[in-house]
């Protein structure tokens, strides 16, 4: 079995989630571990001291009792000089101090199930970037190092609460996965970072509401400034739940929040956000390296035809080249249409069947004209080694060329885990004599994960089994379309794809398309009709035809007996078809 990418589990997720509780719950009650950071009314501060919400209660003579809400902060440095903050800071101080060991098993709980449970989703997301071990590595690091950069910016700054950039993550999120995960990613940074002052109810709300907010109108990485214009939009929705919450719990004063200025909490909100989408925006390049995402420029450097790699396809194996260079058309076009990654998508087609260079004899588009196949002489489970040999070497040719593991992964997965049916049925023919399985005759890689890497699957067998639809006709086509999809889905190879059925009926109608497009009809050309009459002897009748750059349909017609003559060899992925689709000439 080939070596993937590490897909994260039960087990990873569980520890995960124990280490990152643990650090955060530490990060937590730190500094009560430091008597010298105790908080004394009577000195400077030595930290900056945030006090939970507190209900007040004041007696008047003339109008009674009165209630009022308070959260108070005493900035590092300063010496309180109110009574009665003087006795919260007394209280607060000592109830906290040295931390009890339930209240910190209380917080590593929360912690611990809130991580857990973001894990586990993402491990079932639709997007499966998200279930790869070093996504969630990536992410859970992420987080631990923003709260406890906020932790810090609370201890040291008497700055609000409410300007924490809490949607920096889920922003990213959103660009790098996909917006259901950032808004599972919202909830949980709120509860998370809330926890560092309280769980103040309408610090809450504003780290999730923002955030949430911002995520829904991030798609995909193209537009990189779409970060900071949801931060902007974060921001704005930020400001409007504070407004909304500090009316509904405190009541809102206009008059004391302008009076305040910038240092206001409805400010606070509204910078926050925009802060985010600057933060997100400038670590997409760290991002993408810690997920191992590919960037643009790494896919259009990848695509230069002076790489060496694909410089090694085009001089080694030319036949394979141009087929490659076929489905990264088909392919690009199939995924565009359902917004998935189309550079990618065709990066991968370029590099999928790198193996082949290795030896492309064995398959049937590398032979010349006349040429005796090497599988003439083998047995049908050495043919079916040969033709797997590919997908094995083509991996590590890729990787020892430091080739992105993303585009790697299309080789590994462009045939799954299918059968080579012709090798298979070739040897139950002949009795079986070495008492084989059929899994000795199942390629060694893995089922499609995401959308890009199954498109080319279903890509792989249909360019090959296009050049055997004669005449080239739209009932053809989609004969050949719907016979691929149906026969990959009977197998279970798309299964952890990702794609749903709307998107997989998007993709064949787009595929049917490119195909009647690349393989339409012209008309003859005068010389060519002036040839046919000159003849002497009446010669079998021809399509009208051309094979698109006015060259007739000798050319065509060549081309596509070749690819006839494949069928029964095993060297060309339209083997695999049901025996409808294999014509003979």
């Known amino acids: 079995m080939l070596r993937t990418r590490l897909i994260a589990g039960a087990t990873s997720g569980f520890v995960l989630s124990a ?49 009022a809400t308070v959260s108070r902060v005493v900035a590092r440095g300063t010496i309180v000089r109110d009574g009665t ?26 912690y611990f199930l809130l991580v857990a449970a973001a894990m586990t989703y993402f491990r079932r997301a639709k997007t499966k970037q998200a279930g790869l071990l070093r996504t969630q590595v990536a992410l859970i690091g992420l987080a631990l190092i923003f709260l406890l950069a906020d932790k810090t910016l609370l201890l040291v700054t008497g700055l609000p609460a409410h300007l924490v950039p809490v949607g920096f993550l889920p922003l990213l999120t959103a660009a790098y996965l996909d917006r259901s995960c950032a808004l599972l990613a ?15 109810p309408i610090v809450t709300a504003v780290y999730f509401m923002g955030p949430a907010a911002g995520s829904l109108v991030v798609v995909g990485r193209k537009r990189g ?91 080694e194996a030319p036949g394979s080249w141009e087929h ?35 030896q492309p004899k064995y398959f049937v588009e590398n032979l010349e ?45 462009h045939h799954g885990t299918g059968v080579i049916e012709y090798f298979w049925y070739a040897c139950m023919k002949a009795g079986n004599p070495k008492e084989l399985s059929q899994q000795a005759f199942s390629y060694p890689g893995m089922r499609p994960r995401t959308r890009e890497t199954a498109i080319l699957m279903l890509i792989d067998a249909i360019e090959a089994g296009a050049r055997t639809v004669d ?40 595929i049917i398309d490119s195909l009647c497009s690349i393989y339409h009809s012209r008309i003859r050309y005068p010389w060519q009709e ?45 083997q695999r078809l049901p025996p409808v689709e294999r014509r003979s000439g």
């Open 530 to 574: 002036q040839q046919d009459e000159s003849r002497d002897e009446p010669s079998e009748p021809r399509p009208k035809g051309g094979n698109g750059n006015g060259g007739g349909g000798n050319e065509t017609g060549r081309h596509r007996r070749r690819s006839r003559e494949s069928v029964g060899r095993g060297e060309s992925e339209s």
């Open 471 to 510: 005449p080239p006709s739209r009932e053809g086509f989609e004969q050949l379309v719907h016979r691929v999809i149906f026969s990959k889905l009977r197998q279970g190879q798309l299964d952890d794809s990702g794609l749903t059925q709307a998107e997989l009926r998007t993709v064949a109608n787009q």
């Open 186 to 200: 919202s909830a949980t940074m709120a509860a998370l970072a809330s926890s560092l002052v309280s769980f103040d």
């Open 85 to 110: 903050t003087a006795a919260m800071v007394r209280l607060y101080e000592r109830d906290r101090r040295p931390p009890r060991p339930g209240r910190m098993a209380a917080h590593f709980l929360v």
């Open 19 to 67: 280490v990152f509780a643990t650090a955060l719950t530490l990060a937590m009650f730190g500094e009560t571990f430091v008597e010298p950071w105790r908080v004394d009314p009577e000195r400077p501060a030595p930290i900056t001291l945030r006090l939970p919400r507190t209900t007040l209660e004041t007696s008047d003579p003339h109008s009674g009792a009165h209630f």
């Open 225 to 315: 400034l779409m970060l900071p214009l949801a931060g902007v939009l974060a921001g704005v929705v930020s400001a409007a739940v504070y407004i909304a919450t500090k009316e509904i719990f405190d009541g809102f004063s206009p008059q004391l929040e302008l009076a305040r200025g910038l240092r206001s909490d409805a400010s606070a909100s509204l910078m926050s956000g925009v802060a985010a989408g600057l933060l997100a925006f400038a670590a997409q390049p760290l991002t993408s390296l810690l997920l191992g995402v590919v960037s643009r420029r790494q896919l259009l450097n990848l695509t230069d035809i002076d790489q060496p790699l694909l410089r090694k396809i085009a001089t």
């Open 324 to 358: 490659s260079r076929a489905m990264a058309n088909l392919a690009e076009a199939a995924a565009a249409s359902i917004h998935a990654d189309a550079l990618l998508t065709r990066t991968g087609a370029y590099y999928h069947d790198l193996g082949k260079t290795i």
């Open 369 to 413: 004209p006349g040429e005796k196949s090497p599988h003439g002489d083998l047995d049908p489970d050495v043919s079916a080694d040969a033709i797997m040999a590919h997908v094995v070497e083509g991996v590590r040719l890729l990787r020892e060329g430091r080739i992105p593991e993303p585009v790697v992964e299309f080789a590994y997965t």
